[in-house]
């Protein structure tokens, strides 16, 4: 069974730009979690997305955005980019079981904010 | 709100000895609790988790973690370190808020083995 994927794996933006990430989850996962990981802050939770709706939500502006496709393929976009979004994002996606949240991660996306 | 607390920035072993990495957590109800290996430019690989019943877990790659709720902590073992076990290790705490997925990570600990 394939992995979580992601793409693009590597993308270099310049400030005030924005930017759409992709995310491809495991065959019959139905929920999808995105992650910002940065040296200074760790591993973030961005948001979640389950059945094309976000159920839940972590602590990050409204530039940060995401959805969800009838194929359980999500993106995320990130309007009006800043230095401090150059981060490591990873997408995770689970079954949708609520006795089951063990999530599985893709490789991410390296976003350079220049 | 759960949180997770790594002591550890940074562990060195030899190769061949034990290791032993702290977690500890703060949550409100029974935890979900895992630990992810992470090697540079990779993504997360899950090692174990727990959600109930017996409180030390197998993981792969040799690995195990006992949870200890009079603690709050759930703490990572191996008997023997390779060199290739050389990486960064995430403690995670899962929750469920309106039914959704959420981990809460540590800050990490990264594991140099010496040869």
């Known amino acids: 069974k394939a992995g979580v994927t992601q793409t693009p794996r590597y993308l270099i933006k310049t400030r005030g730009q924005q930017v759409t990430l992709s995310c491809s989850p495991i065959?019959?996962?139905?929920?999808v979690s995105w992650y910002q990981q940065t040296p200074g802050q760790g591993l973030q939770f961005l948001f979640e997305?389950?059945?094309?709706?976000?159920?839940n939500k972590g602590n990050f502006p409204g530039r940060f955005s995401g959805r969800q496709f009838s194929n359980s393929r999500s993106e995320m976009n990130v309007s009006t980019l800043e230095l401090g979004d150059s981060a490591l994002y990873l997408c995770?996606?689970?079954?949708?079981?609520?006795?089951?949240?063990?999530?599985?991660f893709g490789p991410g996306t390296r976003l350079t904010v220049l | 709100a759960q949180s997770v607390t790594q002591p550890d920035i940074h562990i060195t072993v030899s190769e061949g000895a034990s290791l032993e990495l702290r977690c500890n957590y703060s949550y409100g109800a029974t935890p979900y609790l895992f630990w992810y290996v992470q090697s540079p430019g990779q993504g997360l690989q899950l090692l174990l988790k727990y959600f109930s019943g017996d409180t030390l877990v197998q993981g792969i790659k040799g690995f195990e973690a006992e949870f200890k709720r009079s603690q709050s902590s759930f703490n990572l073992r191996k008997p023997s370190v390779h060199w290739s076990d050389a990486a960064e290790y995430f403690c995670?705490?899962?929750?469920f808020g309106g039914g959704g997925n959420k981990l809460t990570f540590g800050t990490g600990t990264q594991l140099k083995v010496e040869l």
């Open positions: 065959s019959g996962h139905r929920s």
């Open positions: 995670a705490v899962g929750a």
């Open positions: 997305y389950f059945s094309e709706t976000q159920r």
């Open positions: 995770a996606s689970s079954l949708p079981a609520a006795v089951n949240n063990e999530q599985f």
